[in-house]
């Protein structure tokens, strides 16, 4: 009896423990009734993958509700209907918010638009009201004494000097939060980056923001820091490191690649950020033509398998995902959809290219591009095939699929949000278009669609080159 008392006491104690991390977020959001609002973490902030961890649909009143298991303070970002915005989460707290539509006079893009999210009665405390006090207090000093002709200046050095004093002593107390405490240290870490009299140079940086700081994953101002202290390296080191580093890659080895890196200065010393720059710099020599890819990928590989970290492991995995998803070149995901008695695959499509577009019958931008895109699909039906494929969600019935089809010539099937051809295809924003040549191999995602871009292109010009060289001979247009 006395066991099973204990066992219960624990079980007990577990579920307050997981209770006191359920976050929960409410909202209010008018232009989104019926759809479906997911909520996303950022899995890592080098490849930036982000995985949904909840959804919820928006009722007719225009609220929505969720809650949600969270262990550490995150960066979320909510999306929907193409728009995002982010706010900062904390284990167990509760979050009421306003979703706006996308400020009608910023340009439609394909790849999302950002919207800002607004926070209601927040607590001193919170980790939101913290930030954007901060940050609001950064941008007036900025604002007020940092000009093109103050930058060299000793005035503006004592600014940011007092500056640096006066947060320091204001937040000295708030100590307990370690990812606030972060996010200060590196927005600092910023401001030494811009150019004026006396700012740290890049050992001094080293040494004052990254040498003993231990490596925090998801605090997004300390991975931007990282990312951009450590951009192209290859480009900044010594060249026998250089050489170095490039032999251990020919040889696939992570362990002499790691070697090579440790005679520089700035990785010296912590050898899990070593490890974390090793991927980053990998990633980045892919795409150089003098790096061989095979090599970059096994090396990642073995990483992803075997690297020191954990978290490291998982970043390289994220890597090798990211570098070989749909870029020109690669090979396009397979897929088989079915749909009103029909079924449809790639192998359907061979020997002539195809553009296969995403779109949701409630979503007013891919109204209006179907319109558009017509015309242009009947000046290549011929050179070119069409597939739409018409993601559900919560307004998503037979009378409205029914009615979004109407007028439109091309094939059309309608898939679940857990179909796998949008997790294969990376689709997160509607619409979202991918051409496939001939025999199977990216030409573009994402591709245009009939709207126009910041170049006044639309994927007619594609198209154009494609029928010219088939029509000219020259080939299958690939």
Not at 297 to 321: H, M, P, Q, Y
Request: aromatic content about 14%; some cysteine.
């Amino acid at each position: 009896m006395k066991q099973l008392v204990i066992l219960f006491g624990c079980l007990g104690f577990s579920l307050t423990a997981l209770a006191d991390e359920i976050t929960k977020i409410t909202g209010f959001a008018p232009t989104y009734v019926g759809q479906q609002i997911d909520i996303f973490q950022v899995v890592d902030y080098l490849s930036m993958k982000q995985e949904r961890i909840a959804s919820t649909t928006v009722k007719e009143d225009s609220t929505f509700s969720c809650s949600f298991y969270l262990n550490e303070t995150r960066k979320l970002v909510l999306s929907s209907n193409n728009n995002s915005g982010f706010i900062y989460a904390q284990p167990g707290g509760s979050y009421d918010l306003y979703m706006p539509d996308r400020n009608p006079y910023d340009p439609f893009r394909p790849l999302g638009n950002k919207i800002e999210l607004t926070l209601y009665s927040l607590d001193s405390t919170d980790i939101n009201y913290k930030i954007l006090t901060f940050n609001r207090w950064t941008d007036e000093v900025l604002a007020t004494y940092y000009t093109k002709n103050n930058a060299e200046s000793s005035f503006f050095c004592q600014r940011i000097d007092k500056f640096k004093t006066d947060v320091e002593a204001y937040y000295k107390t708030d100590t307990n939060d370690l990812f606030f405490r972060t996010h200060i240290r590196f927005t600092m870490g910023r401001i030494d980056n811009m150019t004026f009299l006396g700012n740290r140079n890049k050992y001094e940086k080293y040494d004052f923001y990254l040498r003993t700081t231990p490596v925090y994953y998801q605090n997004d101002t300390y991975m931007e820091y990282v990312k951009l202290y450590y951009e192209k390296l290859l480009t900044s080191i010594d060249p026998a490191i250089n050489n170095k580093f490039y032999l251990s890659l020919l040889k696939s080895s992570p362990s002499l690649i790691m070697q090579s890196l440790a005679a520089e200065y700035t990785l010296k010393n912590n050898i899990r950020l070593r490890e974390l720059v090793m991927i980053k710099t990998l990633s980045e020599a892919f795409y150089e033509k003098d790096f061989p890819q095979t090599n970059i990928l096994t090396v990642l590989d073995s990483v992803a398998n075997n690297g020191l970290f954990k978290e490291n492991r998982v970043i390289a995995a994220n890597i090798i995902t990211r570098l070989m998803e749909l870029t020109p070149g690669s090979k396009a995901p397979d897929f088989t959809v079915s749909g009103s008695g029909n079924t449809y695959d790639l192998k359907k499509y061979n020997g002539k290219h195809l553009y296969v577009f995403f779109v949701s019958p409630s979503n007013v931008e891919c109204q209006k591009q179907m319109e558009l895109l017509v015309p242009i699909y009947q000046r290549y039906q011929k050179e070119v095939q069409f597939l739409m494929v018409i993601k559900e969600d919560g307004k998503t019935d037979q009378q409205t699929v029914d009615a979004f089809r109407k007028g439109l010539p091309w094939e059309s099937v309608v898939v679940a949000p857990e179909n796998a051809i949008l997790k294969s295809y990376q689709v997160i924003n509607i619409p979202y278009y991918v051409v496939i040549d001939p025999v199977g191999y990216v030409v573009a995602a994402p591709a245009m669609g009939p709207t126009p871009n910041g170049q006044y292109e639309t994927i007619d010009k594609l198209f154009f080159y494609i029928k010219k060289a088939m029509d000219e001979g020259t080939g299958d247009g690939r």
